[in-house]
C-alpha cells in the first residue's frame, strides 16, 4: 500500500508543474506541534537535512513550534542525522514514574514532567547552542504562546479560569484569543548577524512579538513552546522577552497555518523558484490554526495562506496499519501507563515503518509527477 500522500496549494502545484521540485526551491520548513505524532516525521528530516536540502545553498526558514520546535532545533546541528537518531531514541524510550493514587496509578504531576524536560533539553543541546543559532543557511525560528490578562501568571485556578475563557473566546472568533495570549516568536539571528530580519510569514492575522533567539533564552524558550497547559508547567518572563507566562506555541498555532511567503514578509520573487515552496512535512492533511481548534472541524479547511505549501503526510488508510491504528499519540502514555516496554515496542515499530515515506518521496522527487498531488 502506498503511504505518502502529497498535498499542494495552487501556487505550489504550480511550481512543481513549471519547475519540478529541487532543493532550491526551499524557502520555509514548518513543523508542527502534536507530541509523539512528530515521531513519524523524524526519519524524512533525516532524508531532507541529511541528504536532500545539503545539495543547495539557499537560506530556509524552519518554523516549529512544540515537538516542531525541537525537531527544527536538531536539523540546526552539524550533526544532523545522528542528532535525529539520538532524537527518535530518547523520546521512545523516555519512561516517566508514575505513582499510585487511590488504587490508580497516575502520569507524574506537571513539576516533574518539566523537571525531565529541561534535563533532556540541556543534556541534548548543552554546549551546542552556539552551533544551532549560527547554522550557515537554517534560520530558526522558535513559536510560543505568551498569556495575558488570567494567563499572564500560573496559578492554581486562575489558569484553568483563563483557558476556559480563552476557549470560549477562541470559539467565537480567532482573532479573540488575542485577548489571553500572544503569539511569540524568538528568532535566530539572520545569516548576516546584523539582526532579527524578518518573519517568513505575515503576521497580520495575529497579534505577534518577534524576540531574539540568543544562548541565553534557547533552553527557555524551546521548552516553552513544548510546555503543554496542565501537561507542563509554564516558563515565566523569559530573558530577552515579553514577561509572563509561555506556554506551548501549538495553542496559538498548531500545525502553524500561517500566511507563508506573502504580505509583508513575502521575499522577491525568483525567476527560477528558488525559496518559493514552503515543504511542509506533516503527519496529516488538514492544517489546523490552533489547538484551541482542534474540535472546530469549519476551521481545518485550507486558505489562501497556504497558496506556496506542498505538504507530505501519511495516508490514513496507510496509518490504520500501523500498531493500534493510529499515529503515536499522548493518549500512549496512559494505554500504557503498566506497560513500558510495550509502548516503546509500538512505537519503534510505528516510526519504523515511517522509513516507506522516506523512499516513496525519494522516488517521487526523481521524477516529480504532479498528477500525484492532491488539493490541499
Not at 509502548?343 to 523512499?359: C, D, I, P, Y
Request: glycine fraction near 8%; include cysteine; hydrophobic fraction near 40%.
Amino acid at each position: 500500500m502506498q503511504a505518502l500522500a502529497i498535498y499542494a496549494g495552487p501556487a505550489a502545484l504550480r511550481h512543481v508543474q513549471q519547475h519540478g521540485l529541487l532543493p532550491r526551491h526551499i524557502g520555509v520548513i514548518p513543523a508542527a506541534a502534536g507530541g509523539p505524532k512528530g515521531l513519524m516525521l523524524l526519519r524524512m528530516d533525516q532524508f531532507l537535512f541529511g541528504d536532500w536540502l545539503p545539495r543547495s545553498a539557499q537560506p530556509v526558514h524552519l518554523v516549529g513550534a512544540s515537538i516542531g520546535a525541537w525537531r527544527m532545533a536538531t536539523a540546526c546541528l552539524p550533526d544532523a542525522v545522528q542528532a535525529f537518531q539520538l532524537l527518535e531514541y530518547n523520546y521512545i524510550n523516555e519512561e516517566f514514574q508514575t505513582r499510585t493514587v487511590r488504587g490508580r496509578k497516575r502520569l507524574p504531576p506537571p513539576s516533574e514532567v518539566s523537571a525531565a524536560f529541561a534535563r533532556n533539553l540541556q543534556q541534548f543541546y548543552g554546549g551546542r547552542v552556539e552551533e544551532v543559532l549560527e547554522h550557515p543557511r537554517y534560520r530558526l525560528h522558535v513559536v510560543t504562546a505568551r498569556g495575558r490578562h488570567l494567563l499572564a501568571r500560573e496559578g492554581a485556578g486562575r489558569s484553568h479560569l483563563g483557558y476556559l475563557a480563552a476557549y470560549g473566546a477562541n470559539a467565537w472568533n480567532r482573532q479573540a484569543l488575542s485577548h489571553w495570549l500572544d503569539r511569540v516568536v524568538f528568532s535566530a539571528p539572520t545569516v548576516e548577524r546584523n539582526g532579527l530580519g524578518a518573519l517568513p510569514f505575515d503576521t497580520a492575522d495575529f497579534r505577534t512579538h518577534q524576540v531574539a533567539l540568543t544562548p541565553d533564552n534557547f533552553m527557555p524558550a524551546l521548552q516553552a513552546s513544548g510546555s503543554i497547559p496542565f501537561v507542563l508547567q509554564a516558563v515565566h518572563d523569559i530573558p530577552g522577552a515579553p514577561r509572563g507566562a509561555y506556554w506551548d506555541g501549538g495553542i496559538t498555532d498548531y500545525h502553524l497555518h500561517l500566511r507563508y511567503l506573502q504580505g509583508q514578509a513575502a521575499a522577491p520573487a525568483s525567476a527560477d523558484g528558488t525559496g518559493s515552496i514552503v515543504l511542509y512535512p506533516h503527519f496529516q492533511q488538514a492544517v489546523v490554526p490552533g489547538w484551541l481548534d482542534k474540535a472546530l472541524q469549519w476551521r481545518h479547511a485550507s486558505t489562501s495562506a497556504l497558496d506556496h505549501m506542498l505538504l507530505l503526510a501519511p495516508d490514513p488508510d496507510w496509518v490504520r496499519q500501523l500498531p493500534n491504528g493510529k499515529l503515536p499519540d499522548r493518549n500512549d502514555f496512559k494505554h500504557y501507563i503498566d506497560d513500558h516496554a510495550g509502548r516503546v515496542k509500538a512505537w519503534t515499530q510505528a516510526v519504523a515503518a515511517s522509513q516507506q515515506l522516506v523512499e516513496e518521496f525519494a522516488e517521487w522527487l526523481e521524477r516529480p509527477d504532479p498528477s500525484r498531488i492532491r488539493p490541499l
